[in-house]
């Protein structure tokens, strides 16, 4: 599980092209850090905002960069960390990562009239799941951003020191602390075309408003999770248990007929679309282990499904 960063050895070129060739780079840390798109990109501007803010002069003697945007970015991250948590205890329901989509279903409107730039584009691998976001939800900022800039960045434990104000021994032990939180809540990934499979025949069983057959995909534990923030109608608690999940997507079918699913990529995993009227109104993302659905998130929150929609 690694996204490889550009090379940070020697003094790269501090002309602008060279510095905004960094973005890319900077809003896919940010997003795995934060779990939102809007929000990481709002952390690019800040740290460019930062480094324009500096005298020539002082932008000259930085040897690396690359490297100062990428702490100053981390350090934005690790501070929007430790005020998340007091924001989303007024959230309205579940509060769950912004949904991803393929780089190739990427639409090019936004909400707000702009074009996407491809090179705010998130690059889909292991490290961007669903199941592992969630799970980072759960970490204190300082363990997110080691296990982060560590085992995906592949940055060095001094350098992750510099950034969260530890030490290289505890910034290991923070990495090593969320490491063990990962292992205990996620089994071994499924391949990826059986995944695909499975829920192939969800959207099939759901359409058909066959109750027996989503509960023989269910894990008996299953929890069906919503994401509304208050804006659109969500649910406001999980559902578990298989038989439970199962009527609730089928009382979804019954209540809305002319409902279209749609499969397609979610974080880098096979996922669902459910459109009403060409118009996107949930992304689904699933958490498969073995042959059996264990976790479902329906994000409909407007404001994270910019990806997915046209301005």
């Not at 800040?46 to 930085?62: D, V």
């Not at 970490?139 to 060095?156: C, G, K, N, Q």
């Not at 608690?237 to 990529?265: M, S, Y």
Request: glycine share 8%.
């Amino acid at each position: 599980m690694s996204t490889k960063s550009e090379p940070r050895g020697g003094r790269p070129d501090a002309g602008r092209s060279a510095i905004m060739s960094e973005r890319r780079r900077l809003i896919n840390l940010a997003y795995r850090l934060l779990g939102s798109l809007a929000d990481a990109e709002d952390v690019a501007q800040e740290t460019y905002a930062r480094w324009y803010a500096m005298p020539q002069e002082q932008q000259e003697a930085i040897d690396s960069p690359g490297g100062w945007l990428t702490t100053v970015a981390s350090r934005i991250c690790l501070d929007l960390l430790g005020s998340a948590r007091a924001r989303r205890e007024t959230y309205v329901g579940e509060w769950i990562p912004e949904p991803l989509p393929d780089r190739t279903e990427w639409t090019s409107g936004r909400s707000d009239g702009a074009i996407v730039d491809p090179a705010d584009r998130v690059t889909l691998d292991e490290s961007i799941n669903m199941a592992l976001l969630v799970v980072l939800e759960s970490m204190t900022p300082a363990e997110r951003v080691a296990f982060i800039l560590h085992d995906v960045f592949r940055y060095s434990f001094a350098e992750v020191a510099e950034i969260v104000g530890r030490t290289p021994a505890a910034s290991r032990q923070l990495a090593s602390s969320a490491r063990r939180r990962i292992r205990a809540s996620q089994a071994p990934a499924t391949p990826t075309a059986q995944q695909a499979g499975i829920v192939r025949e969800f959207k099939q069983a759901w359409e058909a408003k066959d109750i027996d057959a989503l509960v023989g995909l269910l894990d008996p534990d299953a929890a069906a999770i919503g994401d509304g923030g208050g804006i659109v109608s969500a649910l406001l608690h999980p559902i578990e248990g298989a038989e439970q999940v199962a009527r609730f997507f089928v009382d979804i079918a019954h209540a809305a007929p002319n409902l279209t699913l749609l499969e397609r990529t979610v974080n880098g995993r096979p996922g669902l679309v459910e459109q009403q009227a060409g118009i996107t109104m949930t992304v689904i993302a699933f958490d498969i282990a073995g042959d059996r659905i264990k976790h479902i998130w329906g994000i409909r929150n407007p404001e994270k499904l910019r990806p997915w929609t046209t301005g």
